[in-house]
């Protein structure tokens, strides 16, 4: 995804698709770079064995 302001306001695209961003899109992270918005990120030192999970849930917000 990128963004750019056009206009009067923040424009977001899918630039692997080549289209605007639409419903079907969810922002999970905001950042100037990968490492902004990395979801994992830190240095690891020594063996053992180590496990990650990561859930989502999606929710419509209530309609005004």
Request: overall charge negative; charged content about 20%.
């Amino acid at each position: 995804m990128a963004e750019a302001w056009v206009v009067d306001r923040w424009r977001s695209f899918d630039v692997a698709q080549g289209n605007p961003i639409g419903e079907a899109h969810i922002k999970i992270a905001i950042g100037a770079d990968y490492l902004d918005a990395c979801p994992v990120r830190g240095v690891r030192v020594g063996g053992g064995i180590e496990t990650l999970l990561a859930q989502a849930q999606v929710m419509a917000e209530p309609q005004q």
